[in-house]
């Protein structure tokens, strides 16, 4: 395998934080500010809904597009340009008209949400698919957002949520800065054979397909906790200010998982995505039985571990299963399986279930969820033994 230079290490390491950094400002607060601008907890429901819609759209197009033009960051560039002006404009449209704000988020799914996968796809390429060095600078990303996440929350509680559109512009500019500096590496030659290169192909890869079902499960269950965790959190007595620290300790987990990832793929794939569901599944126990918002950023902590375990793991099955040809999109796909698809499912009606039965009421139907994937995932390792 061809080294890595510290200096590709780091750029790339950097940049990654600062991205997600960069998340943490806009995606980690924009929605407890819209509920403050008026919005009604149905509304958020169904307009998180059409979000993930548009990003799993967004997954298939982006990812295609990077797999034809045989580039990531011909297209991460103007890809993310476009999604810093659409978030400003959600943000300083919510005091004046909210329906433009909620008619507009969808639009910044669909070209938010790839740039993630896109990211991680170049660095991968450019790290000559070492999964520990992956593992290692994906992790600091993770801590980007985490330690964005405390204190955007502080300043928020401090200051006002102003310090939304501050922050999302300084690390905006840094991010930019970074990616025009960094060379991208050329794609590999491959050979094009007849039949490869479509979609359709992903389906007949039986692991690959097996890990999509497993994360849409997962996806199902967690995702009404995650885009609702304001509501979640004020139904315990918590406030924005915990919703950082929320985000800061569970963020920090995930981080530790996905640094240790390399010694982790000791552990067989199959027995990796079981506990991945088993986490997720203490995570909709505790959130559902919660007396107090310390529960809450427990689950959450469970469930970061979870997503520790599953972002390499899904990295680990797509670079040895799929065909060049489609690895961008394939990465897509799996992202949006777990982030988006699942998401339009569980949020056209989390937001009607917790108005009528509580906050915590998604977390029961989550866990019932869960045992689907658990027992799914434990079948899959019974087989293998």
């Known amino acids: ?6 200096k590709t290490f780091f750029s790339f390491a950097i940049m990654d934080s600062l ?6 400002c ?3 607060f924009i929605t407890t500010y819209l509920l403050t601008c008026g919005m009604d907890n149905a509304v958020l429901s ?3 809904a059409c979000f993930m819609g548009a990003s799993f759209i967004g997954a298939f197009f982006w990812g295609g597009i990077c797999d034809k033009a045989r580039t990531n960051k011909k297209i991460f560039i103007p890809e993310y340009i476009a999604t810093i002006i659409i978030a400003f404009i959600i943000y ?3 005091e ?3 329906w433009v704000s909620t008619i507009l988020y969808p639009l910044f799914g669909f070209l938010s949400s790839p740039l993630g996968s896109n990211l991680d796809t170049w660095m991968l390429r450019s790290f000559h698919k070492d999964a520990s060095a992956y593992g290692r600078a994906r992790a600091i990303g993770s801590m980007g957002y985490a330690v964005t996440a405390l204190f955007m929350g502080m300043l928020i509680n401090a200051i006002g949520y102003q310090m939304i559109p501050v922050g999302t512009l300084f690390f905006a500019i840094l991010v930019l800065i970074i990616a025009f500096m960094i060379k991208e590496v050329p794609f590999e030659n491959v050979v094009i054979h007849s039949g490869s290169g479509s979609v359709k192909d992903l389906l007949h890869i039986g692991s690959f397909m097996f890990m999509l ?3 849409f499960f997962t996806g199902l269950a967690i995702a009404p906790v995650n885009n609702l965790k304001i509501v979640i959190l004020k139904s315990v007595g918590g406030d924005v200010g915990l919703l950082g620290v929320d985000s800061f300790l569970g963020v920090m987990v995930q981080a530790l998982f996905i640094f240790i990832s390399g010694n982790l793929k000791r552990i067989p794939t199959y027995v990796r995505l079981f506990l991945m569901t088993l986490t997720v599944f203490i995570t909709m126990g505790l959130v559902a039985f919660a007396v107090n918002p310390w529960m809450i950023i427990l689950g959450t902590v469970f469930s970061n571990m979870s997503y520790g375990i599953m972002l390499p793991t899904q990295r680990e099955i797509v670079e040895a299963n799929v065909p060049s040809t489609l690895k961008n999109t394939a990465h897509s796909l799996s992202d949006a399986m777990y982030c988006s698809f699942s998401g339009i499912l569980a949020l056209s009606y989390s937001g009607f279930v917790m108005n009528a039965f509580g906050a915590r009421s998604v977390a029961m139907l989550g866990g019932v969820i869960m ?3 658990v027992v799914l995932s434990l079948t899959k390792i019974t087989k293998k033994n």
């Open 92 to 94: 300083f449209m919510a």
């Open 96 to 98: 004046k008209n909210i």
């Open 371 to 373: 045992i689907i994937a």
């Open 46 to 48: 169904i307009m998180l």
């Open 26 to 28: 806009f995606v980690g």
């Open 1 to 6: 395998m061809e080294q890595i230079s510290k």
């Open 19 to 24: 991205y997600w950094a960069f998340y943490a």
């Open 213 to 215: 079902v497993t994360v």
